[in-house]
């Protein structure tokens, strides 16, 4: 975990076949609303709301792809490694 001026930042691969495609998106969004911080995913040069199934969709995060958790606020740190469990185990 990487800590800026900005918050912290995780980097995570997604690991299952399919990549990140409606039912993962909508388990990292539901995940992302329990805590009382600003989340959000990058991938690229794209920035996306982690709260927002819509928003995470658009990434097409493709099986292999890195993303970037961001997260600033009181629960960053706690949502980050809730949030990249989650990924790494394949959303289960």
């Known amino acids: ?5 900005d918050g912290l930042a995780l980097r995570v691969r997604v690991l299952n076949d399919q990549g990140l495609h409606a039912r993962p998106a ?3 969004a539901q995940e992302a609303q329990k805590f009382g911080c600003d989340i959000s ?3 690229g040069g794209e920035v996306v709301d ?3 199934i819509l928003d995470i969709l658009t990434l ?4 292999g ?3 970037e958790l961001r997260a600033t ?3 960053a740190r706690d949502a980050l490694v809730h949030l ?3 990924i790494r185990n394949r959303f289960r």
């Open 65 to 67: 792809s890195e993303l």
């Open 26 to 28: 909508a388990k990292l």
């Open 1 to 5: 975990m990487a800590v800026s001026e």
């Open 60 to 63: 097409a995060a493709g099986q």
């Open 41 to 43: 995913l990058a991938l």
């Open 84 to 86: 990249g469990t989650l």
């Open 50 to 52: 982690a709260k927002s």
């Open 73 to 75: 606020g009181p629960e």
